[in-house]
């Protein structure tokens, strides 16, 4: 079985020292749906779509904080494992990011911050 992109994410914005971290299945998939919804205007955390706005997207990029190795498979007990394995991964790189000092949109999700 071949195995698929997923794994842990950050989308950076590299003028402020600002991320959001999230994990997907299919990173490049997500990535590509983020920056829809960002230029779009509609992306479900509007801290992170008002950086967007405010930044412009040259400010921003996606770093892959970590592969996860998944097989292919159909058996939904098999995808929801591996599904909670990425989300405890996930949380891991959101408490380091935090212990860093990183400031995360994960965090401002409901908080509109003037522009």
Avoid at 6 to 19: K, L, P, Q, S, V
Avoid at 38 to 62: E, K, T, Y
Avoid at 87 to 115: H, M, P, S, T
Wanted: glycine share 6%; charged share 30%.
């Amino acid at each position: 079985m071949a195995a698929i992109d997923a794994g842990i994410y950050a989308i950076c914005n590299h003028r402020r020292g600002e991320a959001n971290v999230g994990q997907s299945r299919q990173i490049g998939r997500r990535w590509s749906q983020h920056r829809r919804d960002l230029v779009g205007d509609r992306h479900q955390n509007p801290a992170l779509q008002i950086a967007w706005r405010r930044d412009r997207v040259c400010s921003f990029g996606l770093i892959v904080l970590e592969r996860c190795t998944e097989d292919r498979v159909s058996n939904p007990l098999d995808l929801e494992r591996y599904a909670r394995a990425r989300r405890c991964r996930e949380a891991y790189w959101l408490a380091r990011a935090r212990a860093a000092g990183v400031a995360l949109y994960n965090d401002q999700v409901g908080r509109r911050k003037a522009a």
